[in-house]
């Protein structure tokens, strides 16, 4: 794939051809979709959905009935040369010299699912300045960062099955805090949202398999927006020594549309600096970033614009990272890359780093705000500008919903 | 069920009614295993294993059509009242009054398959000796027992992925490990096993529920022996602020047979005495441990032997705070106890407590020894003992391997 930028390719469905559209010809993101028929595969055209099913039943493109299942995992396990095959068909189904009666649905009248059967979720911490400033929270800014985090893309084990399609309700959680007289089991009182970018894993490693950080490269098959909710309250409470747990395992929102590293190559780019040359294994030949302008709303005010590229290590690095133990990877493991932060507040991806931990309240729609309340909803945005286009992501919302007693 | 020890239940197999014998017919253990035939459900007795898919086949019992997958979730799922009348029928069919042509396989002549699809696997620190051994080590004394470790079961999130079954090889994993001049890229120098029981999740949860510890007792299916592989020195450079990740990722390892719930159900008893009053959220009204000698053996040679009931978080208890922020359950998830330790050396189910953090070598075979080598066989053994019978897992057991260059 080049990296040369296109320009736009225009299709014969109109909408998608408008500059502000998140899903022109360029994109062509996957996703799990059903209307009056049940979930299968399609993919988000302008302000319709062609049904990779119906594609496939009529014989208009071939991926061995894959499109057919209620998750994308299936197709994703053909593998490379199978993604690229299917992106040059569609590409060529929705030109405008493409055929004319198309199954395309109405995404308005569309319910949009989980794209993937999450099999591993594992998020990182690769953002300095998201690193840093949390770091000066709760350590002082001499201890900020972990003595190893130059070296490695530090990640934990998250919680694969309560990973979310947007426009999920997400319940604030209960859970153990620390009060002045000892631990409370309470409400949440400190929720809080985290932006990131998810990595989808399109191809499988063996036990004791290492890879490269340019394999690792060919084995992500897209990305999605993700919310890594947090209680940084219970967080608090229960993360050392053994890492975060309940304060995060109640719910992480992803958006419905995988936008495929295909669509996102023209706009690859380096990330931060580094003051530090990476180990053999971390190290890439290539750009491992992505010109992305994203953000996050909290009941549709505007909060943070951040660029991606403002990223530390890639989330190559982080897969390779992740298998440099000799862990299997698995086709549809989803690697978050931590929260996306730039240097300054209006550039934090959470309310923890924002307001400094709450000490700094910030104002939405009039009134001063530390953490999330219950009512409020958190949506995400993010696109590679192109000209005269966009390759978007589409929306990840979430409204939080009251404690469940 | 009660708690009264009935004594040798006698089976048709005759080996199965030996005093030390690990399988009589009041264990039923079950799993999944493979001969001329591919892999299939069944169950050992004696020195064989009934093929509950032929049994199924034969109709000699019903489950659906579940012990023909290679996998038990099918099986699992189908819920307590199925998992009774699966006990009560196999009792039935080996009972010396049950048919004679039951399809019994010979345990050496098979191959013994990891019995569960392992949907997620949580590891715990429920042994208040082996977390203030550990925390000695590296906080000292006054630190050693994280403030929350008397309120809740400290748990994270482990990788599924690497989940293998006993007698597969571990390689000795590569890493970052700490270095005089910085960090290094080096094979794991500080490998380490540790002794743990695993329980199997045998009934699903949705997001946003809550269960009591009562209910989280009766969604456990079973139990296995669980080691979970451990590099130190990988651990010790990565796991702050986040947790373990890859000084664990690179293999653990499970037995073959689960031994269900029903039948340790006769060897339950209370754990270690509190000094502190559970939440509400953890408090149960019944025993949550059982009386079962464990120990581990290095090339053969028994270091350390320990009763269960020494722990102080049950793995009922695990599975309710795992879901007291709401985070579903699946059929399939694997929570690990944490290592298992009593107050001394020869009860300590880790090399880095049992050498001190390799301060103080034992002797393995005539030779000091403070971590494994490459060769080295780590057995797990445990069982409940009863009157002229036991109930027992078989073994568990795992070779190091030379690090893949």
Redesign the interface.
Known sequence: MTGAEPGLMPSQVLSANRPDCDFPLNNLPYGVFSDDRGPRCGVAIGDRILDLAACEAQGLLDAGGTFAAPRMNDFIARGPDAWAAARARLTALLSPDGPRDLPLVAMAGARLHLPIRV??FTDF?ASRHHAFNVGCLFRGPDNAL???WD??P?????????V?VSGTPV?R????V?GPA??E?TASRRLDLELELGAIVGAATA????ITVDQAEDMIFGHVLLNDWS?RD?QA???????????K???TTISPWIVTRAALEPFRRVGAARTVDP???LRDSRPGFHDLAMGWTLNGQVMARVNYAVMHWSQAQALA??A???????VG?LLGSGTISGPTPDQTGALLEMTRNGQQPVTVNGQPRTFLQDGDEVGLFAHAQGAGYRVGFGPCTGRVMPA?P
Do not use: K
Not at 173 to 176: K, S
Not at 237 to 247: A, I, K, N
């Open positions: 099999e591993g911490y972990p003595p190893q070296h490695m530090i990640g934990y084990n998250g919680r694969a099955s309560s979310v319940h959680p209960m859970g153990q620390a000892g631990p089991w036990l004791g398999t290492r209680a219970i409470w229960e993360y050392q020594p053994l890492g975060p747990f309940q304060g395992a109640f719910a180990m053999p294994h990272h992740h440099s133990s000799g862990c299997p990877m698995n493991d469940l």
